[in-house]
């Protein structure tokens, strides 16, 4: 039930690579993959005051990223005391928005860590997915949102 989609993990783990150009290709390509209806889970833990809440890392620069792990493997490797709450990338994107992050997080302990910014963020917290074209990559919206 928590098993990881094979099609999103190959997708991020096409991401690791050294070559900016192929990156690139293959950034676009998993956020497309995760904007066509990929499960995903948020880890929720009890604060030391005792509310549940969503889980926030921040860097040495001080940007914040929610965290979100493509399966419950790879969830409870990075914290086995985490509680998975499932949802799809949209619903991440407007939790992003709503606790204040810079970005999203997914399956920061591997096998294939990646991070999507805001400005790729907020078109899909709109309800738009990013789709592959003949000549590159645009974003589609159904007709009630053009």
Same mark, same amino acid.
């Given at each position: 039930?928590?098993?990881? @989609? ?10 690791? !690579?050294?070559?900016?150009? $192929? ?7 998993? *956020?497309? !993959? ?6 995903? #889970? ?12 969503? *889980? ?11 965290? $979100? #792990? ?16 499932? +949802? ?8 992003? !928005?709503? /606790? ?14 990646? /991070?999507?910014? =805001? ?6 917290? +709109? ?7 003949? @000549? ?5 919206? =159904?007709?009630?949102?053009?």
């Amino acid at each position: 039930m928590g098993d990881a @989609d094979p099609r999103v993990r190959a997708a991020l783990a096409a991401c690791l !690579t050294n070559d900016p150009d $192929a990156y690139r290709r293959s950034y676009l390509a998993a *956020v497309s !993959t995760l904007c066509a209806g990929a499960r995903l #889970f948020m880890p929720v833990m009890t604060d030391a005051e005792g509310e549940i809440g969503a *889980v926030k890392l921040t860097n040495e620069q001080g940007s914040t990223a929610l965290l $979100a #792990f493509t399966g419950i493997d790879s969830l409870t490797a990075w914290d086995s005391r985490a509680r998975p709450v499932p +949802g799809r990338l949209p619903e991440l994107a407007a939790t992003v !928005t709503e /606790v204040g992050a810079d970005a999203l997080l997914l399956d920061v302990a591997g096998p294939a860590p990646l /991070v999507i910014g =805001s400005d790729v963020l907020k078109p899909i917290e +709109g309800g738009r997915r990013l789709v592959k074209l003949d @000549d590159g990559w645009g974003w589609a919206c =159904s007709r009630d949102l053009a």
